[in-house]
């Protein structure tokens, strides 16, 4: 299968994302400047944290309106994957891809850090690998993750068990000390209804090497290859 | 002299739109209670709230107001604000 990093400018995880799914999984990874517009024949698409525009305005409200961005529309409508991390989330939030707005984190500080994440719904084409209640130990990076939506959407969500991670202590309680920046019901990543456009704050690319201290990010990526079952087709 | 793509030309009139971007009622908001509570410990007592929100000029050369307001409108909705989270509000004025 092949797999594409969308390199805005300011992205700076784009380089760690190609590398941890080259990695992790094998597959094919290209990188796709935000100028291009055809994604054809990628299996999924990957939009990477950093700073895109310089965060100016508000995150990602620039990127959004990347020419890429129109594509990636049409592959997310079409069923293609669509996996954003950290800035690559607020990208899809506001792109209207998935729902909902990211806050300043409560302490109005930048957090760097690992963290805990309980797996919600091990049904999406990301998760599959993971058991449901599963903790991941992950790293977070950034100033604005505080996840809300209005509370309707939020119903919505629950319904449709779109809330993918929350973020938990090491034992998998969901705890007000466990939730890093303040964001609604412990919320870390959601998907959208359908399933195939996921967003989370955490970085599962920092995370899928063992010298690295973790691998858990490695069930992610390798979870997307498993779906398609594509495994090593090119 | 006349208008090219609302570029300004010298000698015409300037229309400035003053945007005022709110967070909506209920959307929590920690830098104003940081600061709020820094008025506290400076011994300001009658603060009850301080709410922190964004600040745009934007300067036009339409002369048409409801085109003005059109356009303004337009930015808003597509890109300057975020309607999950953000209100806005705004004023036109002129300026030689």
Known sequence: MKFGVVVFPGSNCDYDCWWAIKQATGEKVDFIWHKKKDLSGYDCIVLPGGFSYGDYLRTGAIARFSPIMEEVEKFARQG????????????????????GAMRKNKNLLFICRYIYVRVENPDTPFTNLCR?????????????????????????????????????NRKGEITDEANPNGSLDAIAGICNEKGNVLGMMPHPERCAESILGSEDGKLIFKSIVKKTGKQGKR | MGKKGGRILRGEKVIRVKIYINLKEGVADPQGATIKHALDSLGYKGVSRVRTGKYLQIELGIEDREKVKKEIEDMCRKILVNPVIENYEYEIEEVK
């Open chain 1, 132 to 168: 449901k209640g599963q903790v991941l130990r992950i790293p977070i990076a950034h100033f604005e993750g505080n996840y809300y939506v209005d509370s309707n959407t939020l119903s919505r969500l629950k319904k449709n068990n779109q809330i993918v991670f929350r973020y938990c």
């Open chain 1, 80 to 99: 293609g994957f669509v996996i954003g991390i950290c800035n690559g989330f607020q990208i899809l939030l506001e792109a209207g891809l998935l729902p």
